[in-house]
C-alpha cells in the first residue's frame, strides 16, 4: 500500500493547519486594526496623563448625583480658572467600581482640570493613581489580537508576498 | 491649513510614496565615483518634478488671491489621501511594491543621528533610548566594521530593531506637536507629508516584521527569511570614507541646529533621516562585502 494513513495525532494538527491557511488574509488584516487601536488607545490615555501632569490645575468640585452603579459618568460642577461655576463630568471607566461607589451626592471634591479642552473631564486627585493605571484600551481586544497573531505565526506565507519572487528585478 | 501649504503636504507624501516606489523597483546604477552616484538619481528628477508643480500651483493660487483654509475633510484632500492610506497600507503589508531598503551603513546613520538628538533632549541615558538606539548603534557599528557578510537571521533582527527606533523618532514630543500643528509654512507641510508616509510604512513594516520573526519559532517557515533578507537589506556599502565625511558632516549640522538654538531643528533631524535611509547611502553603494546569498 503506498499511501499510509496518518497518525491519528496528525488529523487536528492538519486541521489547524489549514484553519490557519484559511484565516491567514483575514488574520494580518485583524491583526493591524487590533493593534493600531491598542496602540491608539495606549498613546492617547498616555497623552492624556502627560497633559494633565503637566498643564492640569487642581481645583474643587461638587458631585451632583449619586453615582449610578452602571453609569459611564458622575456629572460635577467645578469652579473654573475664570472663577466661574462650570459642569463636568468624571470618566467612571478609569476607575475601580468600589472607588465610584464611595463618592455621595453632594460631596465636595479636590480635581484636576485641563482649562484649555474643550470637553470638561476632570479627574479626582485622590484617585489619579488609578486613572494612571487604566488599562481599558485592552479590554476586548488582546484576545482576537491574540489569536490572530497566532494564526499569522502558524500561516505566515501572505507576510512574504512581493518579497521573495523579485528574481528578476535586482 | 492653508490651501497653498496643503498643496505641499500632499506632493511631500505623493514624493515619498515614489521614492519607496522606487526602492522597491529600481535598482541603483553602482558608479565608482560615490558623488555622482550621489547627484544622478532618478529620485532627484522626481522630487523636482513634484516640487516644481507643487511650487506652480501654489503661485496660480497666489495669484487667483486664494485664501482659503483646507482641512482633511476638504474633498480635493480627502480623496487623494483615503486613495493613498489605502494604497500604502496593502503596499505595506502585503506586497513589495513600497520598500523601505537599507544597509548597514543607513541603519548605523540614522542610529547616530537618533542619538546626537537623543543627548540634546537630555534623554540619552533612559532605558529606552539605550535599548532602542544606543545598544542597536554599538551592534550596527560592530557589523559595519567587519569585513564578512551579516548572516539573514542576525539582519532580520537589526532591521526590526532599526524600524522600533525610527519610532523614537516618531514619538518626540515636539513630533507630536508637529502632528498635531495646524498651520505650516510651505516647507514644513513637504516635509510633514515626506515624514508621515515615511513612518507609516515603516510602521507598517514593523508589524510585518515582528509576525515574521515571531512566525521562526516554527522551522517550516525558516526558508522563507534568506530569501527576503538580501532585497530589504543590502550588502553594499559607500566606501568608508564617504560614509564618514557624509555622517559627520549631518551630525555635524544637526549638532550646529541644536547648538544655536535654530528654529525647526526637527524637521531638519526628520530631513537627515530620511535622506540617510533613502539617498545618502543608497547612492553611494558599492560593491563591498561578499553577498549574503553565498550564505544560504
Known amino acids: ?170 | 491649513m492653508s490651501a497653498q501649504a496643503m498643496v505641499f503636504f500632499l506632493t511631500g507624501m505623493f514624493l515619498e510614496v515614489i521614492w519607496l516606489w522606487m526602492d522597491a523597483h529600481l535598482t541603483p546604477r553602482l558608479q565608482k565615483n560615490p558623488l555622482l552616484g550621489l547627484l544622478v538619481q532618478p529620485r532627484w528628477l522626481a522630487a523636482i518634478g513634484l516640487i516644481g508643480l507643487a511650487g506652480a500651483i501654489t503661485a496660480i493660487l497666489d495669484a487667483l488671491g486664494v485664501s482659503q483654509r483646507v482641512y482633511i475633510d476638504t474633498v480635493w484632500v480627502m480623496l487623494p489621501t483615503v486613495a493613498l492610506g489605502v494604497y500604502i497600507a496593502f503596499a505595506g503589508m502585503v506586497t513589495g511594491e513600497l520598500l523601505p531598503r537599507v544597509n548597514e551603513q543607513s541603519v548605523l546613520a540614522v542610529q547616530l543621528i537618533l542619538i546626537v538628538h537623543q543627548a540634546f533632549e537630555g534623554n540619552l541615558f533612559e532605558p529606552l533610548t539605550l535599548v532602542l538606539v544606543v545598544l542597536p548603534a554599538a551592534v550596527v557599528f560592530y557589523l559595519t566594521i567587519r569585513q564578512s557578510s551579516t548572516p539573514p537571521t542576525v539582519k532580520a533582527l537589526v532591521y526590526f530593531w532599526y524600524l522600533l527606533s525610527l519610532l523614537v523618532l516618531g514619538f518626540q514630543s515636539e513630533q507630536m506637536a508637529f502632528f498635531s500643528a495646524k498651520e505650516f509654512t510651505l516647507f514644513e507641510g513637504l516635509v510633514f507629508g515626506m515624514l508621515l508616509v515615511f513612518l507609516i510604512v515603516h510602521g507598517l513594516f514593523a508589524i510585518r516584521f515582528f509576525l515574521m520573526i515571531s512566525s521562526l519559532i516554527l522551522p517550516r517557515n525558516r526558508a522563507y527569511l534568506p530569501q527576503v533578507m538580501p532585497v530589504i537589506y543590502y550588502d553594499e556599502q559607500a566606501p568608508t570614507a564617504v560614509f564618514m565625511v557624509t555622517t559627520g558632516l549631518l551630525l555635524g549640522t544637526l549638532a550646529a541646529l541644536r547648538l544655536f538654538e535654530i528654529e525647526n531643528s526637527l524637521l531638519w533631524l526628520d530631513i537627515a533621516v530620511i535622506l540617510s535611509v533613502q539617498v545618502f547611502f543608497h547612492a553611494a553603494a558599492q560593491p563591498g562585502k561578499p553577498s549574503t546569498k553565498t550564505l544560504q
Not at chain 1, 491583526?31 to 493600531?36: D, E, K, N, R, S
Not at chain 1, 484600551?137 to 512574504?160: A, F, K, T
Open chain 1, 1 to 170: 500500500m503506498k499511501n499510509k494513513a496518518a497518525p491519528p495525532s496528525q488529523g487536528p494538527l492538519q486541521f489547524i493547519d489549514l484553519f490557519c491557511m484559511g484565516l491567514s488574509p483575514m488574520a494580518i488584516l485583524g491583526f493591524v486594526i487590533f493593534l493600531i487601536i491598542i496602540l491608539s488607545g495606549l498613546i492617547g490615555h498616555v497623552s492624556l496623563i502627560q497633559q494633565y501632569e503637566t498643564r492640569g490645575r487642581e481645583t474643587t468640585a461638587k458631585i451632583l448625583y449619586a453615582p449610578a452603579p452602571d453609569s459611564e459618568y458622575l456629572f460635577v460642577k467645578y469652579n473654573g480658572t475664570g472663577g466661574q461655576v462650570e459642569d463636568g463630568f468624571v470618566r467612571t471607566r478609569y476607575y475601580r467600581p468600589e472607588t465610584i461607589a464611595q463618592y455621595r451626592e453632594g460631596q465636595f471634591i479636590q480635581v484636576y482640570i485641563l482649562p484649555e479642552r474643550v470637553e470638561h473631564e476632570v479627574i479626582p486627585v485622590a484617585d489619579f493613581d488609578e486613572f494612571r493605571a487604566y488599562r481599558g484600551y485592552w479590554q476586548g481586544m488582546w484576545i482576537p489580537l491574540l489569536v490572530s497573531y497566532l494564526v499569522v505565526i502558524v500561516r505566515p506565507e501572505l507576510l512574504y508576498l512581493g518579497l521573495t519572487d523579485r528574481g528578476g528585478k535586482r
